[in-house]
C-alpha cells in the first residue's frame, strides 16, 4: 500500500473501495471483499443511502477500527441541518469519521462547510474536503474557512486530467482524489492501444495500468465493484512502477473529456433532494 500525507498530518490510503450505485447488500458485501483483500481506505456519503450497510461490514470484517480509513459526503440538502455529522456517525455506527466531504456545490454549502468545521474540532472528523468543486468554488472556501480542505474528490482519468486544477491544487497542499477513474468504463478508454501494449508489458490488466498511472500522478483512487476478482485485482497496484516515458505517454492522452458536467439546474435540484437515509437497511 502506498499512502499519501494530508495537509493536517494525517495518513491516507492511495487506493480504495468507492461504493456509488451499490445498494445496501452490494455495499456490504464489496465492503467486506475489499477489507479481506487488504484494502483500509472506503469511500461512501449520504447520497449513495448504503452507509448502515458500509458500518456493518467494517464491523463483520474484524478489522479494527483504527486501521480503517472512513470517508463520507454530506448531502447538499443536509448542509444546514445542525444534527448532520451526528445522524451520520449513528449510520455509519462510528464514533468518528476519518475524511467528511461536502458532496457538491450546491445550496448552502459555506454553512456545510462550517458544520465540518465544527465536527473537525470536536475530535468527530480527523479531515474534511470538498467534493465537485471548481478552482473559483475552491476559492470561495479557502476565503473563509477555518480548517483548510485536505482534499478535493473530482472526476479524473487519462481522458479528463485537470491539469490546470491539479497544480492550483498542489499549490494550496490539496490533494485531489478521483471518481471514475477508469472513464464511467467508456471501452474506448479503457482499449486504447497504449493500455494494451503496457498492459502485455506488464503482466496487468488495462484498467491495473491506468488505476497506477493515477497513483504515480499523486491522485487517490476508489474505484467501485461488486466483483471479488475485480475488487482484489485493482487493489494489486504495489508491485510495479511505470516508466517517466510511459507516465508521459498516458499525460498526452488528456483530451478534457468529462463524463459528468455540472450545472446551475442540477445543482439546484441537488439542493432539494433528500436521499431517503433513514429508510436504508
Known amino acids: ?32 471483499s475489499a477489507l479481506e483483500s487488504g484494502y483500509r481506505l472506503i469511500d461512501t456519503a449520504n447520497a449513495y443511502v448504503n452507509e448502515k450497510a458500509v458500518g456493518r461490514a467494517m464491523k463483520k470484517s474484524g478489522v479494527d477500527r483504527k486501521d480503517i480509513f472512513l470517508e463520507t459526503k454530506l448531502w ?3 448542509y ?22 461536502i458532496h457538491q456545490p450546491a445550496g448552502n454549502y459555506i454553512a456545510g462547510y462550517k458544520q465540518m468545521e465544527k465536527a473537525y474540532q470536536e475530535g468527530k472528523v480527523r479531515a474534511i474536503g470538498l467534493s465537485n468543486f471548481n478552482q473559483e468554488q475552491i476559492k470561495e472556501i479557502l476565503a473563509v474557512c477555518q480548517v483548510r480542505p485536505c482534499i478535493l474528490q473530482t472526476e479524473l482519468h487519462p481522458y479528463s486530467q485537470e491539469k490546470t486544477l491539479k497544480d492550483f ?10 471518481w471514475y477513474p477508469l472513464g464511467h468504463g467508456d ?17 496487468k490488466s488495462n484498467a491495473q495500468i491506468i488505476l497506477k ?42 483530451k478534457q473529456k468529462r ?3 455540472s450545472t446551475p439546474e442540477l445543482l439546484k435540484k441537488y439542493a432539494q433532494m433528500i436521499p431517503p437515509v433513514d429508510k436504508q437497511k
Not at 444546514?80 to 466531504?101: F, G, H, S
Not at 493515477?214 to 511505470?242: A, T, W, Y
Request: hydrophobic fraction near 40%; glycine fraction near 4%.
Open 1 to 32: 500500500m502506498e499512502y499519501v500525507v494530508l495537509n493536517n498530518g494525517l495518513k491516507m490510503p492511495m487506493a480504495g473501495i468507492g461504493t456509488f450505485l451499490l445498494t445496501p447488500d452490494e455495499a456490504e458485501k464489496s465492503v467486506m
Open 76 to 78: 447538499s440538502s443536509f
Open 80 to 101: 444546514e441541518q445542525t444534527e448532520a455529522v451526528e445522524k451520520t456517525l449513528e449510520r455509519l455506527d462510528t464514533n468518528y469519521i476519518d475524511l467528511l466531504l
Open 169 to 178: 491544487l498542489k499549490k494550496e497542499k490539496i490533494v485531489a482524489q478521483a
Open 187 to 203: 471501452q474506448t478508454l479503457l482499449q486504447e492501444p497504449l493500455f494494451m501494449k503496457l498492459s502485455n508489458q506488464y503482466g
Open 213 to 254: 498511472w493515477h497513483i504515480q500522478s499523486g491522485n487517490i483512487v476508489i474505484p467501485g465493484s461488486k466483483n471479488p476478482e475485480h475488487i482484489r485485482d485493482n487493489f494489486n497496484l504495489f508491485d510495479f512502477m511505470l516508466s517517466d516515458d510511459e507516465m508521459a505517454e498516458i499525460s498526452a492522452m488528456d
Open 259 to 261: 463524463y459528468y458536467t
